[in-house]
């Protein structure tokens, strides 16, 4: 069913326009080489401006041009100047660290490799206007749930505890919306509970289904 699901969305979007959203329409370089080039190019103008400077001024005042006068520096400044200099890889250091935390479970290979493979340019330009679609997202958030609480749906929330881009303490606040929501913190997952600990995942939604007397979990769904 997944696979016949995915060749229809496949098939459905041949005929749509790809390339990035109409604000980008004029860039057609990746987003990483332009960084990467952007900061390469705006390093040559930085110190490039320091070193004209320099020999401008050592022009100006007829200074010869080498060797330059050496100048002891207090010890405390060059001491400190170094420590600077040997800890600033610490900020990507703590970024890193930051990062793999953020999945304590690795994401399995296949899973990653498909990722990659869908999220092609067709798929960025449908999420950068999906994005910009919304001009505040949280008071459209809050709209959803004030229209959602007055049903008093059941529902069920599943949060991965060191998921760094929707912090756990969004997961409570789901009973704005639903207030009956049994809500489950899972200890050892991140963004993609459904993905780093499917056998959790799968067994919390067939309890929950289960106790749900209009929607109890089928044999062919049991068996899938």
Do not use: C
């Not at 040997?86 to 990653?112: C, D, K, V, Y």
């Not at 949280?138 to 060191?162: F, N, S, T």
């Amino acid at each position: 069913m997944e696979s016949a699901s995915v060749a229809a969305g496949h098939g459905a979007h041949e005929h749509e326009p790809h390339g990035p959203p109409e604000a980008n329409r004029s860039s057609r370089v990746e987003a990483q080489y332009l960084g990467m080039l952007l900061f390469i190019i705006s390093e040559i103008m930085l110190f490039g401006a320091f070193f004209t400077a320099y020999f401008f001024i050592r022009v100006v005042n007829e200074a010869g041009w080498f060797p330059i006068d050496g100048k002891d520096l207090p010890v405390a400044i060059a001491g400190v100047n170094s420590a600077i200099l040997l800890s600033s890889s610490l900020t990507m250091h703590w970024a890193l660290e930051g990062a793999r935390r953020g999945n304590r479970r690795a994401l399995p290979q296949p899973f990653l490799d498909r990722m990659y493979d869908d999220f092609d340019r067709a798929t960025r330009a449908a999420v950068l206007r999906l994005y910009r679609s919304v001009d505040d997202v949280a008071k459209a958030g809050e709209r959803r749930a004030r229209a959602l609480r007055p049903l008093d749906r059941p529902a069920l929330v599943l949060w991965g505890r060191h998921d760094p881009y929707l912090r756990v303490a969004h997961a409570e606040r789901q009973r704005e919306a639903f207030p009956r929501a049994e809500v489950r913190v899972l200890e050892h997952s991140g963004h993609w509970p459904f993905v780093d600990d499917p056998v959790t995942v799968a067994g919390a939604l067939r309890a929950f289904l289960d106790r749900q007397p209009e929607h109890a979990v089928t044999p062919q769904l049991e068996a899938a």
